[in-house]
């Protein structure tokens, strides 16, 4: 293995590199499988933990510096060193992960048969779930959603969520890492290969199996029109282009009613509050107008929207056709120092920005039910995530667990136009309709607009910012009112893993204090 001791930061940087050519825009799923091989390879036989570390870096550091790069790019609306500072800032942050996780597989045996890629994969998902939550949480690049285009891949999610596709792909690439590394001895580590391969063929049988069956489901549906409107994030801010802006969001609602939808939506942040509840009164009069043409059609509009006391939320709010709000929710996982800034007191906004107040409810929206009028239920339960909370697995399945009918996701992603971030975004909608067995509906300004199936099959063409004027149509099945494993326990394997994890630093802290005192 000297040629490996001696190109061992090379091997690093491979892995950063293949991990972030398996995510979009690139989406080669299968480099995952073997993304990590080359960081494990590198990891055999280091001197200390230290170098551990550094090795660890490396690789994560490439990754998220290719993942992230669109933070970088957000200067049309901050000053370029605000943003770099904030682009380096974060992924030396997330790198960090990368690097534990390097040197507690350095204290990991290699000899220990299939004990060692279970390992690995214990402690790869213990920190993929740390990751988010800690410091308010920040779950992007899981190595799950790199499957997110392969649908038999990802079919397990409904058991364990994004994770238990993350611990199989883990699992995977360690055995091959085992097996490389002990060739020379392959008849004993016969064990740690077959072991992973078994349960990725379980898992892609399952997933397959899964898929086949889904065809032969019937269900309710319901017709929802997306009104995405492709705003670009300057005109969105200019106070001066919000009348036309708004006439835009009118004018094509009433192009969509022509197809005769049981709802309409509106993206993220399209009006102000005070349109709605009348505040405004000219431009109430004029939304209430638009309400009476296009007749018995409810909508569910994301909004800035200011309470009693002036507090400011961003919210998705449900309104009827005769122009009465319903209900609201307040997005409750806001972005860090896009949407408020954490320690206020004594740090600078990134980008200047009115701050949100954090909601604090899952509530789900009432919105007429008028699919099936033989049906005694008046209304049908939304379930509604803004933008990054669609990243946050846990969160999501609250809504379901509460009875939501159907999930949307309402998003501005104009301020990443031109970069692979919307994709990635738009990569977490499939996991979180799996997990969940429910159909996801995606109205995205800036960003893809589609309908995901309870599979995670993305059965609708796409409304992106090329086709500014255009509305889509989504027929998109109702809830059955069954429960997944993971929306009943969610986090359940991360949890395990963790407590597992901690176990082992314990375990390694006491040896090394027994270790310092007996010399």
Same mark, same amino acid.
């Given at each position: 293995?000297?040629?490996?001791?001696?190109?061992?930061?090379?091997?690093?940087?491979?892995?950063?590199?293949?991990?972030?050519?398996?995510?979009? $825009?690139?989406?080669?799923?299968?480099?995952?499988?073997?993304?990590?091989?080359?960081?494990?390879?590198?990891?055999?036989?280091?001197?200390?933990?230290?170098?551990?570390?550094?090795?660890?870096?490396?690789? #994560?550091?490439?990754?998220?510096?290719?993942?992230?790069?669109?933070?970088?790019?957000?200067?049309?609306?901050?000053?370029?060193?605000?943003?770099?500072?904030?682009?380096?800032?974060?992924?030396?942050?997330?790198?960090?992960?990368?690097?534990? =996780?390097?040197?507690?597989?350095?204290?990991?045996?290699?000899?220990?048969?299939?004990?060692?890629?279970?390992?690995?994969?214990?402690?790869?998902?213990?920190?993929?779930?740390?990751?988010?939550?800690?410091?308010?949480? *920040?779950?992007?690049?899981?190595?799950?959603?790199?499957?997110?285009?392969?649908?038999?891949?990802?079919?397990?999610?409904?058991?364990? #969520?994004?994770?238990?596709?993350?611990?199989?792909?883990?699992?995977?690439?360690?055995?091959?890492?085992?097996?490389?590394?002990?060739?020379?001895?392959?008849?004993?580590?016969?064990?740690?290969? !077959?072991?992973?391969?078994?349960?990725?063929?379980?898992?892609?049988?399952?997933?397959?199996?899964?898929?086949?069956? $889904?065809?032969?489901?019937?269900?309710?549906?319901?017709?929802?029109?997306?009104?995405?409107?492709?705003?670009?994030?300057?005109?969105?801010?200019?106070?001066?282009?919000?009348?036309?802006?708004?006439?835009?969001?009118?004018?094509?609602?009433?192009?969509?009613?022509?197809?005769?939808?049981?709802?309409?939506?509106?993206?993220?942040?399209?009006?102000?509050?005070?349109?709605?509840?009348?505040?405004?009164?000219?431009?109430?009069?004029?939304?209430?107008?638009?309400?009476?043409?296009?007749?018995?059609?409810?909508?569910?509009?994301?909004?800035?929207?200011?309470?009693?006391?002036?507090?400011?939320?961003?919210?998705?709010?449900?309104?009827?056709?005769?122009?009465?709000?319903? %209900?609201?929710?307040?997005?409750?996982?806001?972005?860090?120092?896009?949407?408020?800034?954490?320690?206020?007191?004594?740090?600078?906004?990134?980008?200047?920005?009115?701050?949100?107040?954090?909601?604090?409810?899952?509530?789900?929206?009432?919105?007429?039910?008028?699919?099936?009028?033989?049906?005694?239920?008046?209304?049908?339960?939304?379930?509604?995530?803004?933008? =990054?909370? $669609?990243?946050?697995?846990?969160? *999501?399945?609250?809504?379901?667990?509460?009875?939501?009918?159907?999930? %949307?996701?309402?998003?501005?992603?104009?301020?990443?136009?031109?970069?692979?971030?919307?994709?990635?975004?738009?990569?977490?909608?499939?996991?979180?309709?799996?997990?969940?067995?429910?159909?996801?509906?995606?109205?995205?300004?800036?960003?893809?607009?589609?309908?995901?199936?309870?599979?995670?099959?993305?059965?609708?063409?796409?409304?992106?910012?090329?086709?500014?004027?255009?509305?889509?149509?989504?027929?998109?099945?109702?809830?059955?009112?069954?429960?997944?494993?993971?929306?009943?326990? %969610?986090?359940?394997?991360?949890? !395990?893993?963790?407590?597992?994890?901690? $176990?082992?630093?314990?375990?390694?802290?006491?040896?090394?204090?027994?270790?310092?005192?007996?010399?």
């Amino acid at each position: 293995m000297s040629f490996v001791k001696r190109y061992r930061y090379l091997f690093a940087a491979g892995t950063g590199i293949l991990l972030f050519c398996s995510f979009p $825009s690139v989406n080669f799923f299968p480099f995952a499988w073997i993304g990590l091989v080359p960081l494990l390879v590198a990891l055999d036989g280091v001197e200390n933990w230290k170098m551990a570390f550094r090795i660890g870096y490396v690789s #994560g550091f490439l990754f998220f510096a290719g993942l992230l790069i669109a933070i970088a790019l957000l200067y049309p609306y901050a000053n370029i060193f605000t943003t770099l500072l904030g682009y380096f800032l974060l992924v030396g942050y997330t790198a960090l992960y990368f690097a534990v =996780f390097s040197v507690l597989v350095y204290h990991l045996p290699w000899q220990s048969r299939v004990l060692f890629p279970l390992g690995v994969a214990t402690i790869w998902v213990s920190l993929e779930w740390v990751r988010g939550w800690l410091l308010t949480g *920040f779950p992007w690049g899981n190595i799950g959603y790199s499957q997110w285009n392969y649908h038999a891949g990802i079919q397990i999610a409904s058991i364990a #969520g994004v994770f238990g596709v993350s611990f199989v792909i883990v699992f995977f690439n360690a055995g091959v890492a085992t097996f490389i590394r002990r060739r020379h001895e392959w008849q004993k580590e016969l064990v740690a290969i !077959i072991a992973p391969c078994l349960l990725a063929a379980i898992t892609l049988i399952y997933g397959y199996a899964a898929i086949g069956k $889904s065809d032969n489901i019937e269900s309710q549906s319901i017709e929802i029109a997306l009104v995405p409107g492709n705003i670009p994030q300057l005109d969105k801010w200019n106070p001066k282009k919000f009348p036309s802006i708004f006439m835009k969001y009118l004018n094509m609602t009433e192009d969509a009613a022509k197809e005769q939808p049981d709802v309409i939506v509106w993206p993220e942040t399209t009006v102000r509050g005070q349109v709605l509840s009348g505040e405004w009164a000219n431009y109430n009069n004029h939304f209430k107008q638009m309400l009476d043409r296009i007749g018995d059609i409810p909508m569910l509009i994301g909004s800035t929207d200011p309470d009693a006391l002036g507090n400011l939320y961003n919210r998705v709010i449900s309104v009827s056709s005769d122009g009465e709000i319903q %209900g609201k929710y307040a997005k409750m996982q806001l972005v860090p120092f896009g949407e408020y800034v954490p320690l206020a007191d004594f740090l600078p906004s990134f980008i200047q920005f009115s701050p949100f107040e954090h909601g604090k409810t899952h509530n789900l929206l009432p919105i007429k039910y008028v699919a099936d009028v033989s049906t005694e239920k008046q209304n049908l339960l939304v379930g509604t995530s803004i933008c =990054f909370e $669609s990243s946050f697995p846990n969160h *999501f399945r609250k809504f379901v667990k509460k009875g939501a009918d159907v999930m %949307g996701i309402l998003t501005n992603d104009a301020w990443f136009l031109g970069t692979a971030l919307p994709e990635l975004h738009l990569a977490m909608a499939p996991l979180r309709a799996v997990e969940n067995r429910i159909s996801v509906f995606r109205c995205a300004n800036g960003g893809f607009t589609c309908a995901v199936d309870r599979y995670g099959r993305i059965y609708t063409r796409f409304v992106t910012p090329k086709t500014s004027d255009e509305f889509l149509i989504a027929d998109v099945a109702l809830s059955d009112g069954k429960t997944t494993l993971y929306t009943r326990y %969610g986090d359940w394997l991360p949890i !395990i893993c963790a407590l597992i994890s901690l $176990s082992f630093i314990i375990y390694l802290v006491i040896k090394r204090f027994q270790t310092t005192h007996s010399t």
